[in-house]
């Protein structure tokens, strides 16, 4: 799992990011419209238990008008807790 988050692999999907044509259909979807907020949670919730973490970002989709998934949020907030950030 640590491969998942190497410089390298972080770099590549910045620039991918950076570099993809802006589409008003993909923008409206969810996961794009709460993607920064987590990436912000991931950074902001480094080394916090994993309960208030998954608390964050439980708001942070519900504040986009999402239900959130309460398994794929506890995985993501395991991460955060030992330090990776899985957003970014």
């Known amino acids: 799992m640590s491969g998942r988050y190497t410089a390298g692999n972080h ?3 910045e620039l991918l ?3 993809r044509p802006h589409s008003r259909r993909l923008g409206e979807q969810l996961s794009e419209r709460v993607r920064p907020r987590l990436a912000e949670i991931g950074r902001t919730h480094s080394g916090r238990p994993a309960p208030a973490v998954v608390s964050a970002l439980a708001d942070a989709v519900r504040a986009e008008g999402g239900k ?3 398994a794929a949020l506890a995985e993501f907030a395991e991460d955060i ?3 990776r950030n899985p957003f970014e």
């Open 11 to 13: 770099l590549q999907q």
């Open 68 to 70: 959130p998934d309460m």
């Open 17 to 19: 990011r950076l570099l």
């Open 81 to 83: 807790s030992a330090g």
